[in-house]
């Protein structure tokens, strides 16, 4: 069964990027037909999916925030990563990492709250 | 970009009740629907894909229906254990938008 582990700070400055790490075990992250992806949910909010990359390493990034973020994977390690500059208090969320099969979202991280406070 | 709107945002029920939750896409998305519960402080389950499948080790009381813009959850029979938000999400963009969740409370 897989399991996804997201790590990284809970504290993140102003202006700062923000990065995360997720871990994939149970599976590997280059092969089968799958978009690793990286979501978050403002405290009280919904869901927002911030980007996915695929096995190819091809990527796609929500374009409310393209221009800001990055998501690479490293396959020794059977981990894919976020990176999210310039960091702002609406960028205060639960950041969840998730295996999307096409059809859906599958198998996620636990999550890890973020904050970003000076 | 595609909204997922989902109908009501909350829905006041008792145990052994029916409930149903709508999703209305704002495009056609054929059957490329999702469905979600989380609890708090946990993520979101996968409950519900193309629409109508029942994700492995979801319970039977569970069932989705509906195709291009309108979709429906159907919980038969409520257990306490369902009390939760729910969330649906099209399958079928880049974006894959989320509904902004239907709250089940007592």
């Known amino acids: 069964q897989v399991q996804l582990q997201e790590s990284g700070p809970g504290l993140v400055k102003p202006s700062q990027t923000l990065s995360l790490t997720c871990t994939v075990s149970?599976?590997?992250?280059?092969?089968?037909?799958?978009?690793w992806s990286w979501i978050r949910q403002p405290a009280g909010k919904g869901l927002e999916c911030i980007g996915r990359i695929y096995t190819s390493g091809s990527t796609i990034y929500n374009p409310s925030l393209n221009s800001r973020v990055t998501i690479s994977v490293d396959t020794s390690k059977n981990q894919f990563s976020l990176k999210l500059s310039s960091m702002t208090a609406a960028d205060t969320a639960v950041y969840y990492c998730?295996?999307?099969?096409?059809?859906?979202?599958?198998?996620w991280g636990q999550g890890t709250l973020v904050t970003v406070s000076s | 970009d595609i909204q997922m709107t989902q109908s009501p945002s909350s829905v006041p029920a008792s145990v052994g009740d029916r409930v149903t939750i709508t999703c209305r896409a704002s495009?056609?998305?054929?059957?490329?629907l999702a469905w979600y519960q989380q609890k708090p402080g946990k993520a979101p389950k996968l409950l519900i894909y193309?629409?109508?499948s029942l994700q492995s080790g979801v319970p039977s009381r569970f069932s989705g229906s509906g195709s291009g813009t309108d979709f429906t959850l159907t919980i038969s029979s409520l257990q306490p254990e369902d009390f939760a938000t729910y969330y649906c999400q099209e399958a079928v963009t880049f974006f894959r938008a989320f509904g902004q969740g239907t709250k089940v409370e007592i």
């Open positions: 149970g599976a590997s992250i280059s092969s089968g037909s799958y978009y």
């Open positions: 495009q056609d998305i054929s059957s490329w």
């Open positions: 193309g629409a109508s």
């Open positions: 998730a295996r999307d099969r096409g059809y859906g979202f599958d198998s």
